[in-house]
């Protein structure tokens, strides 16, 4: 049994950004935009199509404060309010796509995509002890989910981790991912970490002491100065970055395997959004595993790729993207 965990908030902007960098504008002819929600739709098709999963979830961060806001309130502080203008109204067109393809979608208030994919991994693990999970994300904070039976999948450098693949590209088993990470930091979520401990700092510390607290406990070992003083005059701001790095598996919901299960394409479904988004290729061909949709399509329709955009463009970047 395998079952593909989506990180589905990075695969969007993924798919937002590969459209942003064309040289046309993916709209409708009433000037909706268009680009995330096609890319996204196609990277999904690539996906099934290239590992053809029996059980599939897009987990999905829900709105609203989180653990970590309570926390931590300058937690992700960079990354607030920036969300593109052009890609707020395309979410609700995404999660209609999501559930027309038959993939099942779950969110939980006050816990992100993180928590829930490692509450899922882990109590999948437990469940089942022939259950292989694969973890669809390009984040490397879910290295530290990584387990023999337990996987992340980075399609867009088609990268396959395992516990030995994660020590090779950190330089550090996936159980002291954490500590890694809580000395680095992050610019990007605002996680403060040891200032001047950058990647191949925090490596070494980590493989010299275990972790970060035997680490800060015993900083007078450190022969670099400017690490020494980082752990000596940061000691709260690394514990608070290892407490917010850390992946929740406690989320409160019941893993239900058949729950996971795709379910057929809902033909219909499908049919309207694509029709209401102008995607002629996917209302000739598209549908999860690839059945047809049955639609009588006439070529000469007012329905046409989103403008500017070709079936040939639409390939290289996918082509680009994985």
Known sequence: MKIFLLDTMSFIYRAYYAAARQPFTMTTKKGFPTGATFIFVRMLRKLMDDFKPEYFVAVCDAPGETMRDKEFAE?????????????????????????????????????????????????????????????????????????????????????????????????????????????????????????????????????????????IERAAEVKRKSYRESLQNNKDGIMLSKKLVTIRCDAPIDLNIESMKLHEPQQEALTALYTELEFASLLKKEAIGGADLNIDFDPDSEYKEPEGMSEKQADEIIDSIF
């Not at 937690?75 to 607030?80: G, L, T």
């Not at 939980?108 to 694969?134: F, S």
């Not at 330089?171 to 500590?179: A, L």
Request: hydrophobic share 40%; net charge negative.
């Open 75 to 215: 937690y992700k502080a960079n990354r607030k309010g920036d969300t593109p203008p052009d890609l707020i109204p395309q979410f609700p067109k995404i999660f209609r796509a999501i559930e027309a393809m038959g993939i099942p979608k779950i969110e939980l208030e006050g816990y992100e995509a993180d928590d829930l994919i490692g509450t899922l991994a882990k109590a999948a693990y437990a469940a089942d002890p022939e259950c292989q999970v694969y973890i669809v994300s390009g984040d490397k904070d879910m290295f530290q989910l990584v387990n023999e039976r337990t996987w992340t999948l980075n399609p867009m450098k088609d990268l396959l981790c395992n516990a030995a693949k994660v020590e090779e590209v950190v330089g550090v088993p996936p159980h002291q991912i954490i500590d890694v990470m809580a000395l680095r930091g992050d610019t990007v979520d605002n996680i403060p970490g040891a200032p001047g401990i950058g990647k191949k700092g925090s490596v070494d510390i980590v493989k010299q002491f275990g972790s970060v607290e035997q680490a």
